[in-house]
C-alpha cells in the first residue's frame, strides 16, 4: 500500500504531501523553550536535539517534534515572521492614537 492509497484512495500529488499538524502541546512547549532560553536553540535540528536531551525527556517522539518546532520557530525568528497576537494588538493600538 502507498502513501496516496492510505484511505483506499488515491489523492492528488499535491495533497498526499501535504504538512503535518503539530499538537498544541508540542507548540506550547516548544515556544516556551525557545522564549527561555533563545539563545539556545538554533535553525539546525540535529543541535536542537542535543539541546533537549539534556531536558531529560522520556519521550523520543516528543523529543522530535520539539526539536523540529524549535528550529522552525527559530527559522522564522530570523526571517522576521514571528509577530505574536499581544503585540500586534499592541501595534494596532499605538498606530491608532
Known amino acids: 500500500m502507498g502513501r496516496n492509497e492510505?484511505?483506499?484512495?488515491?489523492?492528488?500529488r499535491e495533497l498526499s504531501y501535504m504538512g503535518r499538524i503539530k499538537t498544541a502541546q508540542v507548540k506550547s512547549?516548544?515556544?516556551d523553550f525557545v522564549k527561555a532560553?533563545?539563545?539556545?536553540?538554533?535553525?539546525?535540528?540535529?543541535?536542537?536535539?542535543?539541546i533537549?536531551?539534556?531536558a531529560q525527556m522520556k519521550s523520543k517522539w516528543l523529543?522530535?517534534?520539539?526539536?523540529?518546532y524549535t528550529a522552525?520557530?527559530?527559522?522564522?525568528k530570523a526571517r522576521g515572521v514571528i509577530i505574536t497576537a499581544p503585540q500586534k494588538q499592541e501595534e494596532e493600538k499605538k498606530e491608532e492614537t
Not at 6 to 12: A, C, D, E, K
Not at 63 to 68: H, I
Open 37 to 50: 532560553y533563545p539563545d539556545r536553540f538554533t535553525t539546525d535540528f540535529d543541535k536542537n536535539k542535543e
Open 6 to 12: 492510505t484511505f483506499g484512495f488515491n489523492l492528488p
Open 52 to 54: 533537549l536531551a539534556t
Open 29 to 31: 512547549l516548544g515556544k
Open 63 to 68: 523529543k522530535n517534534r520539539l526539536a523540529g
Open 72 to 76: 522552525k520557530l527559530m527559522k522564522q
